[in-house]
T-cell receptor, first 114, second 114 residues
């Protein structure tokens, strides 16, 4: 049963520290999405990639967030420096890149910044 | 640009009762529509999607939705709910063009009680 995996599942850190979240998309999927979910804002799209190239990162605070795909099996989302307002659940999803396709979500990384 | 409105933030219902979760969308072009479900502490998973053809779409776990173009709606229904249906439900619309980005609604919390 192919699944999207995310690590770590939980992360508690102090303000100012660097945070790196990792995602392994389903093998064969060429599109990866990063979402952030909070009670106040709901589900927000931060960035997404197709064939490892960033297509849209307009939802991401550019000064502190960065997203990359070093290879087809790994996507990373980095926050440096982290702030308390970054506390949220971060989801990665992957798909085959067409408008009709299903997005397959990982279990999320719950980030708490103290 | 597309948008999705889920008017009900919470829907309480008794077990075995029918339920309808409302979703309205706004778009200047034809759309694809999706319902995703999020169980506690999990990522989202696809319930069903409307691409074309029959306006009544059947999904997993006994859910169905009806696409109504004139009313720009895509309401989700289930004739008899179970305790295990307690979850957050998200309606989403695909973006135009070649991208596979989804625009999500704010979600409806379905709370099923005995």
């Amino acid at each position: 049963d192919a699944r999207v995996t995310q690590t770590p599942r939980h992360k508690v850190t102090e303000m100012g520290q660097e945070v790196t979240m990792r995602c392994q998309p389903i093998l064969g999927h060429n599109t990866v999405f990063w979402y952030r979910q909070t009670m106040m804002q709901g589900l927000e799209l931060l960035a997404y990639f197709r064939n490892r190239a960033p297509l849209d990162d307009s939802g991401m605070p550019k000064d502190r967030f960065s997203a990359e795909m070093p290879d087809a099996t790994l996507a990373t989302l980095k926050i440096q420096p982290s702030e308390p307002r970054d506390s949220a659940v971060y989801f990665c999803a992957s798909g085959l890149g067409h408008r009709t396709d299903t997005q397959y979500f990982g279990p999320g990384t719950r980030l708490t910044v103290l | 640009a597309q948008s999705v409105t889920q008017l009900d933030s919470q829907v309480p219902v008794f077990e075995e009762a029918p339920v309808e979760l409302r979703c309205n969308y706004s778009s200047s072009v034809s759309v694809y529509l999706f319902w995703y479900v999020q169980y506690p502490n999990q990522g989202l998973q696809l319930l069903l999607k409307y691409l074309s053809g029959s306006t009544l779409v059947k999904g997993i776990n006994g859910f169905e939705a009806e696409f109504n173009k004139s009313q720009t709606s895509f309401h989700l229904r289930k004739p008899s709910v179970h305790i295990s249906d307690t979850a957050e439900y998200f309606c989403a619309v695909s973006s135009t063009g070649t991208a596979s980005k989804l625009t999500f609604g704010t979600g409806t919390r379905l709370q099923v009680t005995l």
